[in-house]
């Protein structure tokens, strides 16, 4: 069988390159990346990793180029990452401390992005401007692709890597749908139709990009501390932090306005709109003196409707393989996403890499991924809910404890201190464990696999 391999990318986002830079590798696999943006421009937010993603990074070759675009260092000796305030009043209260291995390492996201393509191999081409219409399986077992354009491209593996809108997705869910209706199992037809809906959090997300130039007075005169950006405001259904990006030339400021009622709505306009400031003041009125400091600065924010995906049933069908957003859009409240896509993307690559693995075993390959991928991305989108659930005060246990009240009492404060460590355990897997272990164990199971007739580890009933 020929080793020779022909992969698909459906979008150039983080997850995609991050397959293609360490699939790429393998002289035997070629990479198309097709993009639906006619080019990548040099907007968005800021972005972070954790320990263990970088780490991983730095065995791809990019740590040097990414180092010279952050401001945040990359050590992995403890750091005090966040401190953690109670802000939605005239005076803030501190009430925990978190101390991470190594910091939460901060980009610009074109920055990041950039830095990605350029480590492109040379086995890895780019095209743009090419957005998928839907795909069907050939009888050999490779994936034609049609896109809106007329392009029709034939691959040994689709990877749908386009997002929280992912028409892979869609297809895959679609596709899986049917074979479930026709084995007369219409409950399961109609979750999977349901489940590819993108689902609004009630959050809204107003952001900024402050250059640095602007706050550089007010620093100057303490009016502003650069310790702020290690500061969670959090505060009843709203919570805000700022940190360097860029190199530390811009400031990234993200508010989140949370609203539990609208959990699950429909949300009603564009999902990315710029709105007045007095919106984002208004949300945060109540805020302290440092928070208010901070919005003097945001005279066009723009505000993001934050959709999730619903826990999927697999990521995997014939041939097809989803990773990042359009497997596992997540809340950002563990900073997370942009990390779970960059493992979802390598543990793919590496297994596809495996020198016994021909065209034929990317079934088993594709077990194997879904069958450790999918359940550890889906406990971290539970764990950033967790966070985002604490940060504006609306997690059960403090609702039951609580109320509506809070007077900064010392038996409330004690319960914030206590609930800041159960943060610091449901979020320490981020910088105390290593991809390298979860890697390890894929390529055992697919070394088991390969010598077995049957299809198992894990891998879903309907492919």
């Not at 710029?274 to 945060?284: D, I, W």
């Not at 809070?406 to 800041?420: A, N, V």
Request: hydrophobic letters at 40%; charged letters at 20%.
């Amino acid at each position: 069988m020929d080793k020779r391999m022909k992969v698909l990318v459906c979008g150039g986002g983080i997850s995609g390159l991050a397959f293609a830079i360490a699939a790429g590798q393998d002289p035997n696999i070629s990479v198309e990346i097709y993009e639906g943006a006619p080019e990548f421009l040099p907007i968005g937010a800021g972005i972070g990793v954790w320990m263990r993603v970088w780490e991983l990074l730095t065995k791809l070759g990019l740590a040097d180029d990414l180092r010279a675009k952050t401001a945040s260092p990359t050590t992995p000796d403890p750091i005090d990452a966040l401190i953690f305030r109670k802000s939605d009043q005239p005076e803030g209260l501190e009430f925990y401390k978190l101390v991470t291995n190594g910091p939460f390492i901060t980009f610009h996201r074109h920055d990041f992005q950039q830095t990605m393509i350029e480590h492109l191999p040379a086995n890895c081409k780019m095209f743009y401007s090419k957005r998928l219409s839907t795909y069907v399986n050939l009888p050999d077992g490779r994936v034609y692709a049609s896109f809106e354009d007329g392009t029709k491209v034939t691959c040994d593996l689709l990877v749908g890597a386009d997002g929280i809108k992912s028409v892979v997705r869609e297809s895959l869910l679609r596709q899986r749908a049917d074979k479930h209706a026709a084995a007369g199992n219409y409950e399961a037809a109609y979750r999977s139709l349901v489940s590819n809906r993108p689902t609004w959090s009630g959050t809204m997300c107003y952001r900024a990009l402050i250059p640095m130039e602007k706050v550089r007075a007010d620093l100057a005169k303490g009016n502003l501390s650069l310790e702020e950006c290690h500061i969670q405001h959090i505060g009843k259904n709203a919570n805000l932090i700022v940190y360097p990006v860029a190199n530390g030339t811009m400031i990234n400021f993200a508010a989140f306005y949370h609203q539990p009622d609208k959990v699950g709505t429909v949300f009603q306009g564009p999902w990315v709109a710029h709105v007045p400031p007095e919106e984002l003041h208004e949300a945060y009125g109540n805020y302290e003196s440092s928070v208010q400091a901070w919005l003097k600065f945001i005279d066009a924010p723009s505000r993001w409707a934050i959709h999730t995906i619903e826990p999927l049933e697999t990521y995997v069908a014939d041939g097809v393989a989803l990773v990042g957003d359009s497997a596992h859009a997540m809340v950002p409240h563990q900073g997370s996403g942009a990390g779970q896509a960059i493992e979802d993307g390598v543990f793919l690559a590496t297994l596809l890499s495996n020198p016994a693995v021909t065209t034929r075993d990317i079934p088993k390959v594709l077990a194997v991924y879904d069958a450790i991928r999918r359940p550890f991305a889906v406990d971290v989108c539970r764990r950033s809910h967790l966070n985002g659930s604490f940060y504006t005060l609306n997690h059960p246990d403090y609702k039951h404890r609580f109320g509506s009240s809070f007077s900064g009492s010392r038996d409330q404060m004690q319960f914030l201190k206590e609930y800041g460590e159960v943060l610091k355990r449901s979020w320490e897997w981020a910088w105390t464990t290593s991809f390298n272990d979860s890697m390890e164990a894929g390529m055992v199971i697919l070394k088991k696999m390969m010598t077995s007739s049957e299809l198992s580890y894990g891998a879903t009933a309907v492919l």
